[in-house]
DNA sequence: CTGAAAGCGCTTACAG
DNA sequence: CTGAAAGCGCTTACAG
């Protein structure tokens, strides 16, 4: 690589002559003759300034990182952070930004790894679903000096957070809403994992609509659980036990799961049990995995996660810019994908 | 971000010195107490280097970048790009490496952009399947001075050319013989991409096998395609119009397809054509793309895509650290997989 | 309109 | 055993 120097030499200039046209700094006041003499040089030369260098004189890195914290083995097949990548990845490369990709087995190891985001190599950080219940927001909020980043799949409150996200609120509500106008008055919620934000509020959403409709709320139909089938079989178990016998008529006639996995995992559970979908029970999911809730007719709330990590990527771009200020929010309105698996209450 | 500075002041040394301390370089030639003191101001301040000032200093950057060309919209789902950067990143992620992507629309714009790859934000390469036809290896291994790299996916010959990939010929020989053990005489080849290296490699096994089992090579039942589904459609096709009426005899019992995703559009053609598989036409593949080869019952040759990345990963950081030369190959060693789609040739 | 100088935060011979 | 100095390749006030 060649360096400024050999440019300066070459153009017959110094070097901060050859840096000032090359950046289009001082633009106007550099003779014509001399910007073309430095650029015929710098062009003849082969010449590429070195990024680092740049960054350490302080200029922008043209690099973004992604955090993202798994321990499976493949993240490129993790229904999230697969296509939210991709959606990232899509940008960036239009854009021509380098992406830094920072895997951690988990939120513990990024909050221990937050200062090797911060040494130099990045303009900005995207942060691919932070735990609600973990430090690392907090942390790196209070950094200085202060490193530009966004929340994917994340929107919880908190000055100055920028979030991209479903707005699960709205896809809550939406999907307990939907239910409620078949005529079900006994809705389980299905939740997933406790330290999502999107637990919370898409849990919220449920209590709206069931207060919006004047029907009571009822903590006995209310299941914890976590984003997976797994999740949705266990609880179908768990329900089926609870209203069972003198019980049995208190059995919800609809389930709200929190996630299209879980609700996969309810509707094996509820065939094992014979318990008939839809007639005796409805079903609905969010996502819209759709290869698969086609396949099996699950109604679902659709999200479009590539699509949030596209957003989330021209969000922080603009951050790192500073054309958009922290704080600035991007809710993806959800969809109702209607299909099959609900159906009017049956009388 | 605490610089080095400050650990001096609050340790009484020179910058020097702590920079020797952290970096445990002239380890014996500094007094325990000095050191001591060292890495005590530093822990109390939270000191962390600056990785572009220690590149730019000459360190290693302890990055890598993986340089990849496609034009789909997603790189996640791609059958090979997905697994083989799941391997590469799985072992960085253990070897604590940043991993910077380049992701390039084509290799025309990987050719544009090398100067940004040897910039200094990375240590070394790993291009994933460049393709034969293309300048950009040779370009980057004159390139001055000389950024480290490994072809993932590509084994050309090539004097000082690192590669990982597939034992092609094996392969390619491995599928040929399997279907010559069966009884087989007249075997079509539905190859893949012209401008891949394993294209040939696996023809070249082919013709090999042929040789060795004293079987003629007929050129006419040689198909040239692509490594897409499509591609064994159209190549059925092309080969039923070829052998009708009076040349009916002609055709092949078996085809060797070079990729599964050939083969599974050879099976769905077959049927069309009401072809009988395997009795009328045996069919092998190369990959095991295993749930769909699984459910199509498809004989292949099996190759671990994610362990190729994890080797390539591995060999890129022993090149990077300069523990292994340039030249190094690591070809994975193929493996027949038997399924129902190949039977003994009917009398 | 252009250049000399200082500085970004490190490391590494070289002195002492 | 430790420090002062030069250098990595840039950019940016500041002079002139």
């Known amino acids: 690589m060649a360096s400024i120097r050999e440019v300066a030499a070459e153009a017959k200039v110094s070097p901060g002559t050859v840096s000032k046209v090359l950046n289009e700094r001082g633009n106007a006041s550099i003779s014509r003759a001399t910007q073309a003499r430095v650029r015929e040089a710098a062009e003849r030369i082969g010449y590429h300034p070195s990024s680092i260098a740049r960054g350490l004189a302080g200029m922008r890195m043209n690099a973004i990182g992604v955090v993202m914290a798994y321990d499976e083995e493949s993240l490129t097949s993790d229904p999230y952070l697969g296509p939210c990548l991709d959606g990232l990845l899509s940008i960036y490369k239009q854009e021509r930004q380098k992406v830094t990709l920072f895997l951690e087995q988990n939120w513990d190891a990024a909050l221990q790894n937050i200062p090797f985001y911060g040494d130099g190599h990045c303009d900005g950080l995207a942060l691919i679903i932070p735990r609600t219940t973990h430090p690392i927001v907090d942390t790196l909020r209070s950094q200085r000096p202060h490193l530009p980043f966004v929340l994917v ?31 079900h008055r006994r809705i389980a919620a299905f939740q997933g994992n406790a330290d999502f934000c999107s637990n919370d509020q898409r849990f919220k959403g449920y209590r709206d609509a069931l207060a919006s409709a004047g029907l009571p709320y009822d903590p006995e139909i209310v299941y914890p659980g976590v984003y997976f089938a797994e999740s949705g079989v266990e609880n179908v178990r768990r329900m089926q036990k609870q209203f069972t016998g003198d019980n049995r008529s208190g059995r919800p006639s609809a389930i709200f799961c929190f996630s299209d996995s879980i609700a996969f995992g309810a509707l094996e559970a509820l065939r094992k049990y014979d318990i008939h979908m839809p007639t005796e029970i409805s079903v609905i999911g969010i996502d819209d995995l759709t290869t698969t809730a086609q396949q ?52």
Request: glycine share 12%; hydrophobic share 40%; charged share 20%.
């Open 296 to 347: 099996r007719g699950l109604t679902t709330i659709r999200q479009s996660v590539r699509s949030i990590g596209q957003r989330a990527a021209i969000a922080l771009l603009g951050l790192a810019r500073g054309e958009i200020t922290p704080g600035f929010r991007d809710l993806q309105l959800p969809e109702l994908v209607l299909r099959s698996s609900t159906v009017a209450l049956q009388q």
């Open 153 to 183: 799949g994340d929107s919880r409150e908190g000055e100055g957070l920028t979030c991209i996200d479903l707005d699960n609120v709205s896809a809550g509500r939406m999907a307990t809403e939907h239910l409620i106008s078949l005529g």
